[in-house]
């Protein structure tokens, strides 16, 4: 039997990232993984978007402002420095038991790699911070390199962890993606998406359902996906999986932190 610890898009929140971590049983006091994690028992898996804070009060409260200002170069650098510092204690975290923490790559992570795209906010917010062509910086190579590493699934038998949805165009964050808004409406249009990918269950990210991790049924009631974009209302996912009986999904839960 095995615990999945699954947490949803960080967004620079990590403050509340460690958090989750905490009570999860996952992170010592001195941000290390703890025992059930580096013995392989506990499985840890961030279903991506560790970069960009989603709103510009977010910003100010990760340079330590009373306000951002993202055309202050300033603000800039201090936004890319706190994340980049933060980033590096996770990549810490995660090469001490790379079997065990598994990081999923999210559309943000992916532009900050390759910064074609420039992304934002509803409210017009843009997150430049790591585009050197908008004044912002480049992310350093270590980083790069770490984070280029990420999939862009995981699969657990016939469990799927991605950070859009089941389908292989969501797993690619090109000019399709960003045209097609069926990646933020899928889960409420097209929940037999992941029947129809033969998964058993499901755990995506990318889009807040609102009200804390979402649960999804199927028609004869079994339990098929959760949205799980939830950290900022201070929740993971907890899954039993017990891979001795073909995969078998023991419990299923949203846990408050």
């Excluded at 009570?23 to 013995?39: E, H, K, M, N, Y």
């Excluded at 560790?50 to 977010?58: N, Q």
């Excluded at 509803?122 to 430049?128: F, K, S, V």
Aim: aromatic fraction near 10%; charged fraction near 20%.
């Amino acid at each position: 039997m095995h615990k999945l610890i699954a947490i949803g898009d960080v967004h620079a929140d990590f403050g509340l990232l460690w958090d989750a971590l905490r009570a999860a049983s996952c992170v010592d006091a001195q941000g290390r993984p703890t025992p059930p994690v580096l013995s392989g028992l506990y499985q840890v898996i961030l279903i991506g978007d560790l970069v960009h804070p989603k709103s510009a009060e977010g910003y100010a409260r990760l340079i330590g402002a009373d306000s951002f200002d993202p055309r202050d170069e300033t603000h800039l650098l201090q936004a890319a420095r706190e994340q980049v510092r933060e980033l590096e204690r996770l990549r810490a975290y995660q090469e001490a038991a790379p079997h065990a923490i598994h990081i999923v790559l999210g559309n943000h992570d992916d532009a900050v790699l390759n910064p074609h795209f420039v992304l934002g906010t509803n409210g017009g917010l843009r997150h430049i911070e790591f585009d050197p062509e908008r004044g912002g910086v480049m992310l350093p190579p270590q980083l790069h390199t770490w984070m280029s590493g990420f999939p862009r699934e995981l699969r657990v038998g016939d469990v799927q962890f991605a950070h859009v949805s089941p389908l292989p165009a969501h797993l690619h964050y090109d000019d399709l993606f960003y045209a097609d808004h069926s990646s933020k409406r899928w889960f409420r249009e097209t929940p037999e998406y992941v029947q129809m990918a033969g998964l058993r269950f499901g755990v995506y990210g990318h889009t807040q359902p609102g009200g804390g991790i979402l649960f999804h049924h199927d028609d004869a009631g079994e339990l098929s996906f959760a949205m799980i974009d939830a950290l900022q209302e201070r929740e993971y996912l907890e899954v039993m999986y017990d891979a001795a009986e073909a995969g078998q999904l023991r419990s299923v839960c949203a846990v408050p932190f």
